[in-house]
């Protein structure tokens, strides 16, 4: 029985360029491992006529739920592969796109205009089941505050895996205030808010960075709420009906609050924007873990990089600085990102002496952003 | 030594028929009887012949022998550009920092290193499928397996020690065991693996522990 001519299983057709946009923020959850075929997919269900049409992708960390507004002439469900039929979807130059998938042959077919185009599936059963969201368990969020919270924080989540509770922030939510912290043990940022939303109950979980920052994604490109849903296991994320699940990470995240030093020798009060245009130019210089040399004397801060083989460079800046001269090294990527994510004209530096941890902080009371130094030769 | 710098066009006759045409290249004729041939281009010979040699000349032609298996090189010279002999002498040998016996050995005197608590209780513990690196209690007195790496770890190193503790397994008093993979890096199928078989990796720097780079300042 050629493909034609075969028991249709799954036919639904749709806009063809809500369906790339849908396709592009499912494909974002797929699998790359080349051992889970099934998870390098996204499935298309469409349970009835009537009902809704969902997209679905998991590299079982993190799932996406994303609904399609489309037309379904036959019920049913197709795992395609996602890659490719992204590229076609997106290429296609026609209004309307059909999808159509038959029993028993492995093959679905994407129909647009005179094209036709015939993809591979993987076998439905083998896909991943997906966290169930319980209607129950959700609240809704502030997006913006959630959101903004994100963004102060999550640079300074670890992207190393061999430590999995760094590669997560914490996000502690009780009835007033959300607190999220996230430290690669060379640094942290921490924010606590004003929350006005009703938290249910006091939670506090390990998110991984990567669902936050992918949240971050569906959360610029939409204007709904917020909703979220805590589970033991997991916690799920809604906006404008698109569900992010992710795995809970599990573990002790490090008593942040401990490790903010209670005094500190100096402090030094200096234009934000102009510190940070100096730390981006001087720090091209700070490579191969070559140090940013923060050397402040009366009246003035000069910031300093060398690295052999690339070259040196320094810049002066006028700073509230008064007593003995002093120098200190930071990683200039470290110090760049805490400066990026202080708000206000003006930053504060706090520093107890060149091996201890410094705090940067600017007009938000509820952000710190705790960085160690580089010892200096 | 003899050093020769010199134009010339070299055919090789061995294991396969080579033919370099002519070009300027640095022919060295060591003591030992071995012969490399260097372009003016890359680190390794374009030609070589390990010695003992037999070198005849005939004018603008030399010929290398090898007897023991019976390739030879045939340099035919057109222009000499500098051809010098020295009497050297140099008994030194090459001294290699960082051999994974060596890091084995700093890893041993230094186990908070791989983890805060755990006790080595022999080095190089015999199994029927090879020696264990470090043999260790953890603090809460789990067995514990570590296989060290002085270069960046891949599977086969995580397969190496699942097939240690599957052997260490069969003593039932020694169960649960625990197995670790240090290494300065891993590569992610290692990871991926590691983690699927429950085995464990930990990083360390090898300067650090070599005592060359105080280690970087961390928060906690």
Known sequence: MSLLEAPETLKITCSTTHLADRLAIASRATSTRASIQVASGIRISAPDAEGPVELAATDLELSLRVPLDAEVEEPGSVVLPARVVHDIVRQLRTDRVTITSTSGDGRAKITSGSGEYGVHTHPVEDFPRLPEIDAERTFELDRQVFGGTVDRVIRAASKDESRPVLTGVLVHLEPGRLTMAATDSYRMAVRETALADVVPEPVEAIVPARALAELGRLLGSSSGTLAVCVDRNMIAFGVDGVWLTARRIEGQFPNFRSLRPAAFEHEVRLPRAELLDVVKRVGIFARNNAPLRLSFAPGELTVSASTPDVGDAQETIPASFGGDPFSIGFNADFFRDGLDVTEGDDTTVQMINPIRPAVLGGSDDGFWYLIMPIRLS | ?220
Request: proline share 6%.
């Open chain 2, 1 to 220: 030594m003899r050093v020769l710098v010199a134009r010339c066009e070299i055919g090789y006759s061995g294991r396969l028929e080579t033919r370099l045409a002519p070009g300027d290249r640095v022919i060295l004729f060591k003591d030992d009887g071995s012969v490399c041939v260097h372009a003016l281009k890359g680190a390794k010979p374009i030609n070589y012949m390990p010695g003992p040699t037999v070198v005849e000349e005939d004018g603008e032609l030399i010929r290398v022998r090898r007897p023991a298996s019976g390739e030879s090189l045939t340099v035919l010279v057109e222009q000499v550009h500098a051809d010098t002999r020295f009497a050297l002498t140099d008994g030194a040998e090459l001294e290699r920092a960082g051999r994974e016996k060596e890091i084995q050995a700093l890893l041993a005197e230094a186990m908070h290193v791989i983890e805060p608590g755990l006790r080595l209780l022999e080095r190089e513990r015999p199994t029927d499928v090879g020696p264990v690196d470090l043999f260790c209690r953890d603090a809460a007195g789990l067995v514990t397996l570590v296989e060290v790496k002085r270069v960046r770890a891949v599977a086969a190193a995580v397969e190496q020690v699942i097939r240690y503790r599957e052997q260490v397994e069969r003593d039932p008093s020694l169960r649960p065991v625990r197995a670790i993979v240090a290494a300065p890096d891993f590569a992610p199928q290692a990871r991926v693996l590691a983690e699927a078989r429950n085995v464990e990796c930990i990083a360390f720097d090898p300067a650090v522990l070599r005592g060359e780079v105080e280690p970087a300042l961390r928060l906690f």
